[in-house]
């Protein structure tokens, strides 16, 4: 599969995205990065984190960060129910919980179908977004996970 | 890692392993064991650590533990006795022996004049002086003294000898190590003309014959000019590994022949080629034809026909087996132990399911879940017990510490050890080593009092410090004791008035000053001498085991001596927890840090002003801590009387009590970390999986102490944690 993948990406630019649902907005990223898809369990709160932080869930042994990736995006973090799932993603060295309202589909586009970010003041779409995509109509936003987890330094200046 | 290195590596890690046979023997050898294996092994210790070393070229180690291994062959030979002054020597040389591995292996520099001094030494031990008849490897001076009188045990020779005679009987170690009596023996012959006598009367009927064993024995005639030393440097990799007798022709023939008679016609002197080539054959010794029949064995010889009863003499009984034992690299065994923690929580959910289910106790799945159940635990002891060692390794440290501070004190000093083979994780061994080495060093400098005032007091001289370790109810306890003076108790409370660490008038009971050497600060040294006042006082001792989730705690008899008692958990990777729920939260506090448990009323809480309480606990107040609200859980106090105080004692011994809202129990709880997929979160020290799956949060106490008590929130504190 990988194999597969680094191959199209060799010939013709071709990527994989897993695309997902928060509210009404569509987002997707890169398939290299996700590990597993899982559904919600409730997490244990941690102390002094960032409300976007929703606590800690135990996969298989490790103790995994859930990151609720709507407060994280700046849009209303919505009640969490067992429709939930948490998109596990490999961030570096690091594996977090992402918590979406539901994944939707795993697109196969060339890179030329990905549009760079139109210019907005929104300083969240700066952060995370990589790129836009136009697929049947519906507009996904290609996600970059590098910051989806609190970075100190920023928060203290 | 290129194949060299690695080599390399794993002759350090040998060393290291010879290094503590070679302490361990002298040790057994200065308490009074005279078992010539012991000896044996201390010699075999140092000549592997010299034959090792001579692979890798390093000159200066080969030099030293060839003048050391000289010493030790004197004392296997008998010709010198195991005093306690040699012994003394001995251990000294074994540490420069050390310093020398080290050096060779870190590429430190070595005290060569401390080298120099001991070799000296070791030197002046030899009876004889200037030994004849030992190997002599760069010692110029010993280079041509084929002309002086042989003075060990060969009588002297008239003249310049015109030929040796060498009789040579290989054991079975010198097989099993891959060496070759023929290739020794064709070595011989370079040497000059030889002629070679096989003495086959040791061999057993083919029905007994063990092809591991050695049966066979040569006598052999070199002519020539050949001198002593060259004869045997061809043995030098045998050495101890055969009976080897090297004596002048001339010598030979005024004693008779009365040694070896050999199987053959003793007229029948064989070519080299063709003995070789029966050698060859007779040393594989499986194809019966060629085993000359058992001839009868000639009187004269006292060949013992059963191999495994151990030679006369110096012999040298066979080595016990080694255990079958493997190295690991740690990280599998990590993640082996990472593996079993997974199953144990998953197999008490799986329980947890079931019984949900409403499976009944007695039914099948119930029962085989039972079973599983004690497999895991199973699996689980015994994946611990790989990381598991005996506390030996650090023990064995000690000695020589004890040594050099009695030298540099001027106190006699003897260490007694116990319980060395107590098992722990191997993290929480190296993390002991540095606490054991300030306690004992403290024990010696303090604890002991000098000679003249342990005579005054009707005490042996020589002090003794007591190093044990045990098992006791899942935590392992050692202890370090003296029988010096005890603490002084009045000298200790003055002290601790002078530099501020408790009022004037405050009335202590003899434990509590006792206790007072644990303070950040106080050190009783009245000048900072070399040995404890490294900066660093008792209280990095305690720091350091409360750090390994240990306790330490002293008792001290005035004029009896002191012991600390250090009580450490069995391994690193668990922790027995306090579970505790605090604003629909499962929280676990480690339970070593607790003290005690109370359920505060309402007369006992005391405002100081915003949300700062304390609590009355026995006449004394203590700051209460809101463990939710601390941990920004809730906005507002907890009402005290709803729910359970825990009475902590934190780092530098100051006490706290954390209010909770209540008890679940408590549980052996596997650690997890937090920082790996996030980050350290102030507060809380790491995290583990209760049964139920779910992850609950290690408190840590330290840090929830102290914020508490400063003025600061734990968010200022993480700001400062992210920006320094």
Known sequence: MTQTNANLNAAGGLRELISFRIGAQEFCVDIMAVREIRGWTAATALPQSPPFVRGVINLRGAVLPIVDLAARLGFESSETSDRHVIIVAQIGEQVVGLLVDAVSDILTVTDDVIQPTPDVASDTAKLFVRGLLAIDGRMISLIGLERVLPDFELEAA | ?724
């Open chain 2, 1 to 724: 890692m290129d194949p060299l290195a690695a080599i390399r590596e794993t002759f350090f890690q040998e060393c290291e392993e010879q290094l503590a046979e070679l302490e361990n023997g002298l040790l057994a050898m200065e308490a009074g064991d005279t078992d010539p294996e012991t000896i044996n092994a201390v010699f075999r210790a140092v000549h592997s650590i010299k034959g090792g070393a001579g692979a890798f070229s390093l000159e200066a180690l080969v030099r030293f533990a060839h003048v050391f291994e000289t010493a030790l062959d004197e004392m296997r030979s008998g010709r010198l006795a195991p005093t306690n002054e040699v012994l003394k020597t001995l251990l000294r040389a074994a540490d420069v022996l050390a310093d020398h591995v080290r050096a060779a292996h870190d590429g430190s520099a070595v005290d060569e004049a401390h080298t120099a001094e001991l070799a000296e030494e070791l030197k002046a031990l030899d009876p004889n002086g200037a030994t004849a008849g030992e190997e002599s490897e760069g010692e110029e001076d010993w280079g041509d003294f084929e002309f002086k009188p042989m003075s060990v045990d060969v009588p002297a020779a008239p003249a310049g000898p015109s030929g040796w005679r060498v009789s040579f009987k290989p054991r079975a170690d010198l097989y099993a190590k891959a060496n070759e009596a023929a290739l020794l023996l064709r070595e011989l012959g370079r040497l000059g003309q030889t002629t070679v006598e096989l003495d086959a009367s040791g061999l057993p009927a083919l029905t007994e014959l063990d092809p591991e064993a050695a049966y066979l024995a040569w006598t052999v005639t070199v002519t020539g000019d050949a001198d002593e030393t060259s004869i045997r440097e061809v043995f030098e990799f045998v050495d101890g590994d055969c009976e080897l007798e090297v004596s002048p022709l001339a010598a030979v023939a005024a004693e008779g022949e009365a040694s070896a008679t050999p199987v053959e016609d003793p007229g029948e002197t064989l070519d080299i080629g063709a003995l070789l080539a029966r050698v060859q054959a007779v040393a594989e010794p499986p194809s019966p034809q060629q085993v000359p029949p058992a001839a009868p064995a000639p009187a004269a010889v006292a060949t013992p026909a059963d191999p495994s009863s151990p030679p006369d003499g110096q012999g040298q009984p066979r080595k016990p087996e080694a255990g079958a034992t493997i190295r690991v690299d740690l990280e599998r065994v990590d993640r082996l132990i990472d593996l079993v923690g997974e199953l144990v929580i998953n197999q008490a959910m799986l329980s947890q399911r079931v019984m949900e289910a409403g499976f009944a106790r007695a039914s099948g799945v119930a029962m085989g879940l039972d079973e599983l159940e004690q497999l895991t635990r199973e699996i689980q002891d015994s994946v611990m017990a790989i990381r598991a060692q005996p506390v030996k390794s650090v023990f064995q440290r000690m000695p020589r510490l004890v040594r050099e501070v009695a030298a540099m004190t001027g106190k006699p000093v003897r260490l007694v050890t116990e319980g060395e083979g107590t098992e722990v994780d191997k993290t929480v061994i190296e993390r002991l080593a540095d606490p054991l080495t300030h306690m004992i060093r403290n024990a010696i400098d303090h604890g002991l009092e000098s000679p003249e005032k342990r005579a005054a007091a009707g005490k042996p001289a020589e002090g003794v410090v007591r190093l044990t370790a045990a098992h006791r109810s899942g935590r392992i306890v050692i202890e370090v004791a003296d029988d010096g003076g005890g603490i002084n108790r009045e000298r200790v409370k003055s002290i601790a008035i002078e530099k501020g660490l408790v009022a004037p008038d405050a009335a202590l009971s003899d434990e509590e000053i006792d206790n007072l050497i644990f303070m950040p600060g106080f050190s009783t040294a009245s000048e900072v001498s070399d040995i404890s006042g490294r900066g660093v006082g008792m209280d990095v001792v305690r720091r350091s085991i409360q750090a390994l989730g240990g306790r330490i705690t002293i008792s001290s008899r005035p004029g009896k001596g002191s012991t600390f008692t250090m009580s450490l958990p069995l391994t690193l990777a668990v922790l027995d927890g306090m579970v505790v729920s605090v604003q629909g939260q499962t929280l676990v506090a480690p339970i070593t840090a607790i003290v005690e448990t109370l359920l505060p009323k309402a007369g006992d809480v005391h405002s100081l002003g915003g949300s700062a309480r304390v609590i009355a606990i026995r006449d004394t107040y203590v700051p209460l801590i809101d463990v939710g609200m601390a941990l920004g859980y809730r906005a507002g106090p907890l009402d005290a009387t709803q729910g359970v105080a825990l009475l902590i004692e934190g780092e530098g011994g100051a006490r706290a009590a954390l209010l909770v809202d209540a008890i679940q129990g408590q549980r052996q709880v596997v650690i997890k970390s937090l920082e790996a997929n996030y980050r350290q979160v102030p507060g809380v020290a790491a995290a583990t999986i209760l049964g139920d799956g779910r992850v609950a949060l290690i408190l840590d106490i330290d840090t929830i102490v102290a914020v508490s008590r400063g003025a600061d929130s734990l968010r200022a504190e993480k700001r400062l944690a992210a920006t320094g």
